[in-house]
Structure formats: structure tokens, C-alpha cells
């Protein structure tokens, strides 16, 4: 095989993540098909790049040189491809936004637009906020709304902007059937014999958290699905197959109840980053603004969490 930018990259993001299962959640690929790509290029280059055990990963002396050259390339790459623009015929300037999918990403995009009407701004979702953390970092990102949990908290170097938009706590969706749906609260130990579908690791803490919580609690949680799709987990949750741990915006109607958790175990800031050399930096403030309008017009809708909100006031 011939060494490829695509394999420097992933190189650099397992050395990053820690371990070949986390950096496979930041990719969008799965650990076997991570490691088989691993191994290759560890064959074509003849020698080993990472030390791998149940620690994580840590790069050998030939890993060490591979990684700093490898970075100097992909950052010339990208580069090359920002510095490119310029002998392109300027059209309308163009924001670039991530986000996370959720309560934040839509409605700052639209409020960006209604903000910025001489620009197209242009909305990059992912899974994983450690995916938009990178494409910030490598000029690919203005700005996103991302996501950090308790003990996983955000880093930024001084070239980031960054503002916390707002700290959500994490409630549990149940069957309206569910024994404990008519509490007002549940506590955490009470799900302790509970089914559990969680959504996949994010590369940025979750669900580690929750595990973390569980484990708090005195019980380490029965975990049978991993759902990515809001769809199958709403159905899985009404039919009374699982619960699941989910935002305070989580939408419960029909056959699911929202429920939070009693002294908020675990929670996440949504967080509003971005570059301080780029075209919003002069206007961060007015843009986190933005950013928790949208996040509160979707929470506004939101009877549980109103409710739970009303609780904590009083």
C-alpha cells in the first residue's frame, strides 16, 4: 500500500485520543477497521508505531517521528487549501459552523443568517464534538456549539475563543408504564436494575460520565443497546425495553416521560468556540448570545424541563 493523507491523519488522531477505540469514534469507524489500517501501515513502514495495552496507546520512537512529520504535512494540506481561496473569484463571504445535532446548531445557524444576511453561513453537523473540535483547529470551522461533561473538560489553546452557553443536566426517559414514571424526580439508584440503551461514545465524554454517575450510585448499569438514532431509541424507551439517560430538551410526548435525576448527577456544557483569527471573533459575544436564544427556544418548549427549572427556583 503507499502511505496516504488519510492515513497521516488517522495516525494523528488515535496519538491524540489516547486509544485506536476512542480515535475509531472520532473517525466514524469501527475499532476492528481502525486497527486493520493501523497494521498496515505499521507493515509498510516496517516497525512498530504504537505501543498498544489496556492503558491505551503510546507512540515508539518511529511513531514519534512519524507523528511530527505527519502533522507538519496535514497542517501544510491544509494550508495549501485555505490559501487556495484567494486566486478563486470572491463570491458572498462564507461562515462556516459546526455543531452538534441538538438544541443549539439549527437555530444559531438561522439567527447567524438573519444576523449576517451578506454572507452564507454554512452548518456542519457531527456526532462527536471532538470531530468539530479538530476541524476548528485545522481552519476548516469559524465557530461551533460543542459539548464537555464532568471530568472531560474543554482545553483551548489561546487561538480559541470560547464561552459556555449554558450547563444542562442529564435526565432519564422512561415508558409512561414505567413504575417510577409519576415521580417527580428519580434517584439514580433506583435504575440500578434497569435496562439501559445509550447512545455511542462521543470522543468527548459521554457516556463515560454516566458510567462515572452510575458508578456513584453504587451500581454499574446494564447497558444490552447502543443506539445512535433518536428514532429506534424513542420506540425502544415507549414499548418499555430500556430507559435512557438523555438531555433535559429531550422531547417527552405520547408514551415517553422525561424525568430528572435527583441532585443532578451528571450533566453538560454546551460550549460556543471559536477562532480568534476568524470572521466571527469580532463578534463573539453578540454570536453566544445567539447561541443561548436558540438553545432556550427549543428548552422553552419543554415541559419537564420548565417544570424542573420552576423546582430548582424555588
Known amino acids: 500500500m503507499e502511505l496516504e493523507l488519510r492515513h497521516l491523519h488517522s495516525l494523528c488522531v488515535i496519538a491524540d485520543a489516547g486509544s485506536v477505540t476512542k480515535a475509531a469514534t472520532v473517525l466514524g469507524v469501527s475499532q476492528p477497521a481502525l486497527t ?14 504504537f505501543i498498544r495495552d489496556r492503558n491505551g ?15 507538519g504535512m496535514l497542517l501544510a494540506m491544509e494550508e495549501l487549501r485555505r490559501n487556495a481561496g484567494q486566486f478563486l ?44 473540535w479538530d476541524l476548528l483547529l485545522a481552519d476548516r470551522l469559524d465557530a461551533a ?29 422512561m415508558s ?19 435496562r439501559w440503551a445509550l447512545t455511542p461514545p462521543d470522543g468527548a465524554g459521554w457516556p463515560d460520565c454516566f458510567y462515572t454517575a452510575c ?13 445512535t438514532d433518536a ?41 460556543l468556540v471559536c477562532r480568534r483569527e476568524g470572521p466571527l471573533a469580532h463578534m463573539f459575544d453578540r454570536v453566544v448570545r445567539l447561541a443561548r436564544e436558540a438553545y432556550w427556544a427549543t428548552a422553552d418548549r419543554r415541559p419537564d424541563y420548565q417544570n424542573w427549572q420552576l423546582l430548582r427556583a424555588a
Open 36 to 49: 486493520a489500517q493501523l497494521q498496515r501501515v505499521e507493515r509498510e513502514l516496517g516497525g512498530q508505531i
Open 57 to 71: 496507546v503510546t507512540p515508539t520512537p518511529l511513531g514519534q517521528y512519524l507523528l511530527t512529520r505527519a502533522r
Open 89 to 132: 473569484p470572491q463570491e458572498r463571504p462564507v461562515i462556516r459552523l459546526g455543531g452538534i445535532a441538538g438544541a443549539v446548531s439549527v437555530g444559531l445557524a438561522d439567527r447567524l443568517s438573519d444576523l449576517l444576511p451578506e454572507a452564507e453561513v454554512r452548518l456542519h453537523t457531527e456526532y462527536s464534538p471532538r470531530v468539530l
Open 145 to 173: 456549539a460543542i459539548a464537555d461533561y464532568p471530568g472531560f473538560a474543554l482545553r483551548h489553546p489561546v487561538s480559541v475563543l470560547a464561552e459556555v452557553i449554558v450547563v444542562e443536566p442529564v435526565f432519564v426517559a
Open 176 to 194: 409512561r408504564e414505567h413504575p417510577l414514571a409519576d415521580k417527580e424526580q428519580v434517584e439514580l439508584s433506583e435504575l440500578a436494575d434497569e
Open 215 to 227: 458508578e456513584q450510585a453504587g451500581f454499574t448499569p446494564k447497558v444490552p443497546y447502543t443506539v
Open 231 to 271: 428514532l429506534p431509541m424513542r420506540e425502544m424507551v415507549a414499548t418499555g425495553r430500556a430507559i435512557t439517560a438523555c438531555q433535559a430538551v429531550f422531547n417527552g410526548a405520547g408514551d415517553v416521560v422525561v424525568k430528572p435525576l435527583a441532585g443532578d448527577p451528571v450533566h453538560m456544557r454546551h460550549l
